[in-house]
């Protein structure tokens, strides 16, 4: 018997194949448990997942902006001379982190209406 103790073994493989070869393969061969409503309450639960994980790099990005306006104060105290052109590399600095952050945020749409 195979997995699924329908059929003699090899005998349900030939089956599909056979299905498979058609094109089509109805609902009731997948399985009695399995519907579609089943089938697309998993996929959506697999997109928010994803989107989920997706977004755990916006935490980087939060701390990534904190280190770049953390050391521009601290440069900035020891040299206040140069206060203005590092200011100009400290917004270089948060635009390039800010991009991160948007890319994310494309990939989280992407993943849940993609």
């Known amino acids: 018997m195979n997995l699924f103790g329908l059929y003699p073994k090899g005998l349900f493989l030939q089956f599909l194949r056979k299905k498979l070869q058609k094109g089509k393969m109805p609902n009731e061969y997948i399985t009695r448990d399995c519907t579609k409503n089943t089938i697309y309450t998993m996929v959506q639960a697999a997109k928010l997942i994803g989107a ?3 977004l755990i ?7 990534g902006i904190g280190i770049v306006f953390g050391s521009l104060i601290q440069s900035a105290s020891r040299n ?8 100009g590399y400290a917004l ?3 635009a390039l982190t800010e991009s991160i952050a948007l890319f994310t945020l494309l990939v989280a749409f992407l993943i849940l209406f993609g």
Request: glycine letters at 20%; charged letters at 5%; zero cysteines.
């Open 80 to 87: 206040p001379l140069m206060a203005k052109q590092l200011m």
């Open 92 to 94: 270089l600095g948060f």
């Open 57 to 63: 790099a916006l935490a980087g990005v939060g701390a």
């Open 52 to 54: 989920g994980s997706a």
